[in-house]
């Protein structure tokens, strides 16, 4: 139950130089889908909810309380995350606990430095 | 001519640890929207494309190629990209040249780097 749908694919994400070169078609889809995921503003509370959280994990009944939202609401908004390969989610009894996936936000990151990163310009 | 209409706030945006702490609902809405205007594909490319240029800075007219998409299509996600704070523009004659804001880059970046920064994980 801990599968992803469809996982990012990592070693595209981290060989994405963003800064450095011409992102190939492929490679933008890839990031990109990424980017969209935690391009709203309560996934990436919710993303930040999970990797802050006790023990880096985290079910829907530890998120709904900082939300006006439903679960079903939430539960999508998870869902995308999933997708994207953001986060990962395992089912324990009754629910699903998610956890981030810090290679894949390690990838993106890391594709987004500017080429200059060894200097301070700001 | 190389003002932002509604630049990023990059202090709060360097000040949004995603993943050591629980973002605020103005923290996300601020990292979300520069999520946003890169999670498109093209404009993922154009970001690309620019800050890879020679001398770091290019114009429409060195995008286009690049695309099967007309001027004003490019025109418009460089503008999108300009608004979240991600390029800035500066009209010289007949062209405007776009580059790369390196500090809002940097931002999002180190957001995203995750609480176990330190270890090898993947």
């Known amino acids: 139950m801990s599968k992803q749908e469809a996982p990012a694919d990592d070693a595209a994400l ?13 490679q933008s889809a890839e990031l990109a889908r990424v980017f969209k995921a935690i391009g709203e503003p309560v996934r990436l509370r919710l993303l930040s909810l999970i990797a802050s959280h006790a023990g880096g994990e985290a ?7 900082a939300f006006e939202l439903s679960g079903p609401t939430i539960s999508h908004h ?5 997708e994207a390969g953001v ?10 606990y998610y956890r981030v ?18 200097t301070v310009t700001a």
């Open 87 to 96: 986060i990962e989610g395992e089912r324990r009894a009754t629910w699903i």
């Open 101 to 118: 996936r810090p290679e894949t936000l390690r990838a993106v990151s890391s594709a987004l430095v500017p080429a200059d990163a060894g």
């Open 59 to 65: 079910c829907v009944c530890d998120l709904t309380g």
């Open 78 to 82: 998870l869902k995308v995350l999933r």
């Open 14 to 26: 981290c060989c994405s130089p963003v800064m450095r070169e011409p992102l190939t078609a492929e």
